[in-house]
């Protein structure tokens, strides 16, 4: 049995009593009244009621009771963009970029990504499983019940397979929803230097037909900028993902504005992400779309960026935004999705309420995962936390602790309890 095996740990079926439901993250079948407690009922791993403690069911009075402790209850977490498969690591970018050098000079300079593909492609599966497994673990100890892995960082058939197969053990082996994002068009591998659309045939007609057809890719992303590949490239890769039936997303708008988010808005993305460069077009085109906005502050933040995604605009507009760490190795080495709640308040002037939506209702949304993720409700899978904190700012205000919540995650206890 793996020691990350998620079977051993304890069902959370039960009455869930004497909790407080999070404002805006709950959609009880009671209301609750102002300062009453309320319940959450857990069946065969569904939340089956939600609503006041003192209105239970007599249906589900003889279920066993379980100390709710009167924490704070919101959704699980979900950490919606991450590239959390990879060899080695690249601490030494962060020295160049201290002493000046810029993201486009680190990249051109041999580093960036290819760095870690060189590191990617010389580790074993399970090489590459042991790495990450510790960074998952950061991440669910914080209360994150969904994650999102992106590949990207192998660039060729067997290695971009390699990642995705980690990718599918983490999520069995910890018992945690794992979405997997083939991102084959993130760099240009070194091999096909000057031969761009070479390399986008073969992710378009061998990579990711192949991949797909053995089950490993849930969404299609592409990296869509100057250092990267151009609009006519990106679009390519998303027609290869409509012809088979896979939603994409957008790494769009990060270091120039492509009009890369008009473009995923045309093929239905689930979301566009980093934005700093973000047009009013590509803002009229995502909620036209229904597309989410991803903000990622750990890279703005190790970036030292100064150009600010557009926040009012989106908020003005009506576009969910949701936030991730966008966990990897050269331009956001985090593995704490609070912080990056609390970053997304400090340096992009969220508020509490949006900072806690966008780790959860709209984090969801933006892996399509709306249905069973982010919001407490009965009839979905039991994944919620219960937070021992007076009030949610709390969540978003605190950073550097792991404070001692309890983790409900696919209807088991994975933390506390």
């Not at 990060?254 to 566009?272: E, F, N, P, V």
Request: with cysteine; charged share 15%.
């Amino acid at each position: 049995m793996s020691p990350f095996s998620a079977a051993s740990l304890p069902s959370a079926d039960g009455i869930w009593a004497d909790v407080r439901l999070a404002d805006g993250l709950a959609q009880p079948d009671v209301p609750v009244p102002p300062g009453e407690a309320a319940a959450i009922v857990v069946q065969q791993g569904l939340m089956r009621w939600v609503g006041p403690a003192a209105a239970l069911p007599d249906a589900f009075v003889g279920l066993p009771r379980r100390a709710g402790q009167g924490r704070l209850a919101t959704p699980g977490l979900v950490d919606c963009h991450t590239h959390l498969v990879y060899g080695g690591q690249r601490a030494n970018e962060f020295a160049m970029r201290l002493a000046g050098a810029s993201y486009e000079e680190v990249a051109r300079a041999g580093g960036g990504i290819v760095s870690s593909v060189r590191a990617t492609r010389a580790a074993t599966e399970d090489e590459l499983f042991a790495q990450a497994a510790p960074r998952l673990q950061a991440l669910l100890d914080e209360g994150v019940c969904a994650v999102e892995i992106k590949s990207g960082y192998g660039l060729a058939l067997e290695h971009e397979r390699k990642q995705l197969r980690v990718a599918r053990r983490l999520g069995e082996a910890f018992g945690v929803t794992v979405r997997t994002t083939f991102l084959g068009a993130h760099a240009l591998p070194p091999e096909y230097a000057g031969r761009s659309q070479d390399y986008i045939d073969l992710v378009c007609g061998s990579m990711l037909p192949a991949l797909a057809g053995e089950g490993l890719v849930d969404a299609v992303d592409v990296f869509c900028e100057r250092i990267a590949f151009t609009l006519a490239e990106t679009e390519q890769v998303f027609q290869a993902a409509q012809r088979l039936g896979l939603p994409v997303k957008l790494h769009a708008e990060q270091l120039s504005d492509m009009g890369g988010a008009q473009l995923a808005a045309r093929y239905g993305a689930l979301s566009c992400d980093h934005i700093e460069h973000l047009s009013a077009q590509g803002i009229a085109a995502m909620r036209a779309a229904g597309t989410v906005a991803v903000l990622l502050p750990g890279a703005y933040y190790t970036l030292r960026d100064t150009h600010l995604p557009p926040i009012q605009a989106l908020r003005d507009a009506g576009v969910p935004m949701a936030v991730s760490t966008d966990h990897n190795p050269g331009t956001s080495p985090a593995l704490s999705l609070r912080l990056m709640a609390n970053m997304a308040c400090t340096l992009f002037r969220f508020t509490v309420p949006e900072a806690l939506a966008g780790i959860t209702t709209h984090a969801a949304h933006a892996l399509g995962l709306q249905a069973s993720h982010g919001l407490i409700a009965s009839g979905r899978p039991a994944h919620f936390v219960l937070w021992p904190v007076a009030e949610a700012a709390e969540i978003a205000y605190w950073f550097g602790d792991r404070p001692a919540c309890t983790v409900v995650r696919q209807g088991r206890v994975a933390r506390g309890g």
